[in-house]
T-cell receptor, first 113, second 114 residues
């Protein structure tokens, strides 16, 4: 069974640009959550999608957005990038909305210059 | 406001000894707790969990203890092995109707010395 796949694994952007990250959940998993990991902050919840609907949202500005497609694949977008957006962005899939045991992808490491 | 705290950024333990990782939380609505392990360049992997109706859950070398009155949980690894060297994240969730979200601690880097 393939795991959670995130693309791209690494990317470098400059301030003011926008970025789109992609996540393919485990086959059969319908819930996708996104987390941001920065040194000293641990993992911070961005949002969760289930059945193409955003079910929960963390405390991030509106520059952070996401969506989920009918095949459960998800994308997150960050617009007007700031230096502080440099982080590891992790996607996690779960069987159902609110699943506690999540399976994480390896992450997309974003560096903003 | 950090609702889940891991106050030790790092911990070093001799191989074969017991590793104890601690986690404190402030939200009394949390009713499910998990530990995840993360190796470099990989995503976190689920290790063990505990519901608030229990005070202990064991899985092989890993045991999680929950003290609800102190709002404290701990992960015991015994005996510790070199492959246990990783960053350990404590996480908690509050069950409500509909979506839940995991609140993670900052992580503790565990190093097992041979």
């Amino acid at each position: 069974k393939a795991g959670v796949t995130q693309t791209p694994r690494y990317l470098i952007k400059t301030r003011g640009q926008q970025v789109t990250l992609s996540c393919s959940p485990i086959s059969g998993h319908r819930s996708v959550s996104w987390y941001q990991q920065t040194p000293g902050q641990g993992l911070q919840f961005l949002f969760e999608y289930f059945s193409e609907t955003q079910r929960n949202k963390g405390n991030f500005p509106g520059r952070f957005s996401g969506r989920q497609f009918s095949n459960s694949r998800s994308e997150m977008n960050v617009s007007t990038l700031e230096l502080g957006d440099s982080a590891l962005y992790l996607c996690a899939s779960g069987l159902a909305s609110g699943a506690n045991v999540l399976t994480f992808g390896a992450g997309s490491r974003l560096t903003v210059l | 406001d950090q609702q889940v705290k891991q106050n030790s950024p790092s911990l070093s333990v001799q191989e074969g000894r017991i590793s104890i990782l601690n986690c404190d939380y402030t939200n009394s609505m949390f009713d499910y707790f998990l530990w995840y392990k993360k190796y470099p360049a990989e995503g976190p992997t689920f290790l063990i969990s505990i519901s608030s109706i229990k005070d202990k859950n064991e899985d092989g070398r890993f045991t999680v203890f929950l003290n609800k009155s102190a709002k404290h949980l701990s992960l015991h690894i015994v005996p510790s092995q070199p492959g246990d060297s990783a960053v350990y994240f404590c996480a908690a969730s509050a069950g409500t109707q509909g979506a839940q979200k995991l609140v993670f601690g900052q992580g503790t880097r565990l190093t097992i010395n041979p």
